[in-house]
């Protein structure tokens, strides 16, 4: 199993930009694919971004030319810049980890979930 931590969520205007991070410990990282869903009040946990080893990604439709997906393999560390913030990216973010990018190759997330950190998109 992989711990995942996140870390820089906060309050940003709309029009602003973000930059969260998620450090994995316990594991061998590169085995890893990651992702980031995130879930607003009432609503369900959605895909936000996806990237295997190799660094292909994949973009949930309300994000795309907005949010950028990366990793760094030999920090354990995977990244979500969110730029163009809008109030409707408000929500609580996770970070997810799956060996292999098995359950990402069939639509699933990964069995490994960090606690989660609060992004709101407010003026």
């Known amino acids: 199993q992989v711990q995942l931590v996140e870390s820089g969520g906060g309050l940003v205007q709309p029009g602003g930009s973000l930059r969260l991070s998620c450090t994995a410990s316990?594991?061998?990282?590169?085995?890893?694919?990651m992702g980031w869903y995130r879930q607003a009040p009432g609503h369900q946990r959605e895909l936000v971004a996806t990237?295997?080893?190799?660094?292909?990604?994949k973009y949930g439709d309300s994000v795309k030319g907005r949010f950028t997906i990366s990793r760094d393999n030999a920090q354990n560390t995977a990244y979500l810049q969110m730029n163009s913030l809008k109030p409707e990216d408000t929500a609580v973010y996770y970070c997810n980890a799956d060996l292999h990018g098995l359950r990402y190759s069939n639509g699933y997330a990964g069995d490994n979930w960090g606690q989660g950190t609060q992004v709101t998109v407010s003026s």
């Open positions: 990237i295997t080893s190799g660094g292909s990604t």
């Open positions: 316990g594991s061998i990282f590169r085995l890893y694919a």
